[in-house]
T-cell receptor, first 114, second 116 residues
Framework: GENVEQHPSTLSVQEGDSAVIKCTYS??????FPWYKQELGKGPQLIID?????GEKKDQRIAVTLNKTAKHFSLHITETQPEDSAVYFC?????????????FGKGTHLIIQP | GAGVSQSPSNKVTEKGKDVELRCDPI?????LYWYRQRLGQGLEFLIY????????KSGLPSDRFSAERTGESVSTLTIQRTQQEDSAVYLC??????????????FGEGSRLTVL
């Protein structure tokens, strides 16, 4: 099955700086890559996703890039703010549901220093 | 409208007891997932329901774990003879279509289980 590696496990940045979280996946058939944000005591929430037919997608301060050849994708957050502090999970999917529907990375704890 | 609702939010139990966790998905969502999240860890897939199809139980860690869902409504996750290693947050998510096809998963806030 799919295997998703996520780095770093913890990332601390100064408020206003950029943050980058990277993920790699193993199955070249994966075609859908969402990112979820989990705030303390809450369930994860989808913040952005990308499909394999595009290389980059932006939504305000958040962007995701995908390199299919290298099988890695990244989340970029610019002008970080205190409310960006959370755990971020990447995921990859070969389609469908169930165990192969979405494979999550182990998460990155992003800390925004004031 | 209402999001995914899970109960109880917190459960403390003694080793060896059975526990039942409940998930109310968003109305109309055919797909429902259960995940386990140990402290500081990622999301561990447990089980997936899609409509009236047979569930994908491949993530259940042992036969002490079981889950049911009636049609497209409430789901319950049951853990029998709980062990300390079962302590975790159990997250339920629902979606209009399978998560892997691009369906956004809507998560509940989880049920935190502590086994003493």
């Amino acid at each position: 099955g799919e295997n998703v590696e996520q780095h770093p496990s913890t990332l601390s940045v100064q408020e206003g700086d950029s943050a980058v979280i990277k993920c790699t996946y193993s199955d070249s058939a994966s075609n859908y890559f969402p990112w979820y944000k989990q705030e303390l005591g809450k369930g994860p929430q989808l913040i952005i996703d990308i499909r394999s037919n595009v290389g980059e997608k932006k939504d305000q301060r958040i962007a995701v890039t995908l390199n299919k050849t290298a099988k890695h994708f990244s989340l970029h957050i610019t002008e970080t703010q205190p409310e960006d502090s959370a755990v971020y999970f990447c995921a990859a999917s070969i389609g469908g549901g169930g165990a192969d529907g979405l494979t999550f990375g182990k998460g990155t704890h992003l800390i925004i220093q004031p | 409208g209402a999001g995914v609702s899970q109960s109880p939010s917190n459960k403390v139990t003694e080793k060896g007891k059975d526990v039942e966790l409940r998930c109310d998905p968003i109305s109309g969502h055919t797909a429902l997932y259960w995940y386990r999240q140990r402290l500081g860890q990622g999301l561990e897939f447990l089980i997936y329901f899609q409509g009236n199809s047979a569930p994908d139980k491949s993530g259940l860690p042992s036969d002490r774990f079981s889950a049911e869902r009636t049609g497209e409504s409430v789901s319950t996750l049951t853990i029998q003879r709980t062990q300390q290693e079962d302590s975790a947050v159990y997250l339920c998510a629902s979606s209009f279509r399978a998560g892997g096809t691009g369906g956004e998963l809507f998560f509940g806030e989880g049920s935190r289980l502590t086994v003493l």
